[in-house]
């Protein structure tokens, strides 16, 4: 081998996704629209004596603190991503901001499911008038939001494909190696998941103010409760591989075809993980029964896309 030094190529700093900077400002829209809804349904429900206004002014709330972890998971990530703090910069930030968003959509699911069952059991009488219009007030605003957000979202996914990304494990790879976004897509779920309990909610309200079916209301809970979980469970999964640098098996696949090619050399140990959104590192040792340069090795690696660090080491 031409050179038997590890050689160690690296891009600095590592770049934020290239849609960070649009994503960031249309999450703070839906925080502050979030906001405005919050106090504006608070404040009703003291003058009016609405308790379903109330409560739901204070699930927005919950949402909107929500919202702001996903707000200031993009600040931060932009303030500190050309600090020397950070190896491999800031973008990992927005994946943690999914987790724990994620764990947030979890706890509300569990929230949601327990306080129908017991409603299923002990029937609680249910203002239909206020609570169906506090029902749909949140599902235009979550609606807003969703327009707001889905440019950012990678794909312009709906609910239904949502749903689909967030069970469909197996395109994990696919997703982040185009860039895909966890924090934005963990703000989408949680307005997904308002919009759908809304849409519920008013589907339950109507059938037991004109039907009489006031178990509905804490069924559609259940039904709406287990909906919010597996999209929970799909982000966390998602956003856990990311913090635990799981390998990316796809671009590994490619980069290894890349440099074993030619015939002349041999991967002994390979590593690709992801760094964010926008970018992959890769540690590569390999063995050459000639003299084929490191240099060559890096050329045939460059060919592939996605990798902003890369480590070579000749055995």
């Not at 709330?61 to 600040?75: I, K, N, P, R």
């Not at 987790?99 to 699911?109: K, M, R």
């Not at 390998?247 to 980069?255: P, S």
């Amino acid at each position: 081998m031409a050179d038997a030094k590890p050689v160690t190529v690296c891009h600095a700093p590592i770049p934020l996704a290239a849609s960070h900077d649009s994503n960031a400002r249309r999450t703070m829209w839906v925080v502050l629209l979030t906001a405005v809804t919050m106090v504006g349904e608070i404040v009703a429900g003291y003058l009016t004596g609405s308790m379903a206004l109330l409560a739901d002014g204070f699930h927005m709330a919950t949402h909107a603190g929500a919202l702001g972890v996903a707000a200031a998971a993009y600040a931060y990530a932009k303030r500190h991503a050309a600090s020397g703090r950070y190896s491999f910069g800031t973008g990992k930030v927005g994946d943690l901001a999914g987790f724990t968003s994620a764990l947030l959509l979890g706890l509300v699911a569990i929230g949601i499911g327990v306080e129908s069952v017991v409603r299923l059991a002990h029937p609680t009488r249910v203002d239909f008038g206020d609570a169906t219009l506090v029902a749909v007030l949140g599902l235009l605003v979550n609606i807003v939001s969703a327009v707001l957000l889905s440019g950012g979202h990678g794909h312009s996914h709906g609910a239904a494909n949502a749903a689909h990304d967030a069970g469909e494990h197996d395109h994990h790879d696919h997703h982040h190696a185009h860039g895909h976004d966890n924090n934005m897509r963990s703000a989408y779920v949680h307005v997904l998941a308002d919009a759908l309990t809304s849409i519920f909610a008013i589907i339950a309200l109507l059938a037991g103010r004109y039907l009489g079916w006031v178990w509905l209301d804490p069924a559609m809970g259940v039904v709406g409760a287990l909906v919010i979980a597996r999209w929970s469970w799909g982000l966390l999964h998602d956003t856990a591989g990311i913090l635990l640098d799981r390998t990316d098996a796809r671009l590994a696949a490619q980069l290894r075809a890349a440099i074993e090619a030619p015939g002349d050399v041999s991967i002994l140990d390979l590593h690709v993980w992801p760094l964010g959104a926008a970018a992959h590192a890769a540690i590569v040792t390999v063995s050459s029964a000639g003299t084929v340069p490191v240099a060559t090795i890096r050329e045939r690696a460059a060919i592939v896309g996605g990798i902003r660090h890369l480590t070579i080491e000749c055995a």
